[in-house]
């Protein structure tokens, strides 16, 4: 199985920048798909970006021209860059992979615990 270990986000101003890591460790063939959703108070978890693991991106229209989403392979690592932040950025955040246990086993879905990414006006 699959662990996420996120690390990151906290407190910013409006029009500022947060960083978002998240780490995947265990036991698995490999990493698919990573990426990142946020979950707002009374609102349903939504996704911000999606990488696969040949490079290709995909934002949410909201997050697009000021958030960038990066991984790398070896490491198993997905980052978020944050720029621009505004108060609808204001979520908890959760860290996303799909990964294969083996050739034949490849629908597995794991989640981080989640970090505050709160942004003051």
């Known amino acids: 199985q699959v662990q996420l270990v996120e690390s990151g986000g906290g407190v910013v101003q409006a029009g500022g920048s947060l960083g978002l890591s998240c780490a995947a460790g265990?036991?698995?063939?490999?990493?698919?798909?990573m990426g990142w959703y946020r979950q707002a108070p009374g609102k349903q978890r939504e996704l911000v970006a999606l990488?696969?693991?040949?490079?290709?991106?995909n934002y949410a229209d909201s997050v697009k021209d000021r958030f960038t989403i990066s991984r790398h392979n070896a490491r198993n690592t997905v980052d978020l860059q944050m720029n621009a932040l505004k108060p609808e950025d204001t979520a908890v955040y959760y860290c996303?992979?799909?990964?294969?246990?083996?050739?034949?086993?490849?629908?597995?879905?794991?989640w981080g615990q989640g970090t505050q990414v709160t942004v003051v006006s």
């Open positions: 265990g036991k698995f063939y490999n990493i698919g798909s």
């Open positions: 996303y992979a799909n990964f294969a246990l083996s050739l034949w086993d490849t629908s597995g879905k794991a």
């Open positions: 990488i696969t693991r040949g490079g290709s991106e």
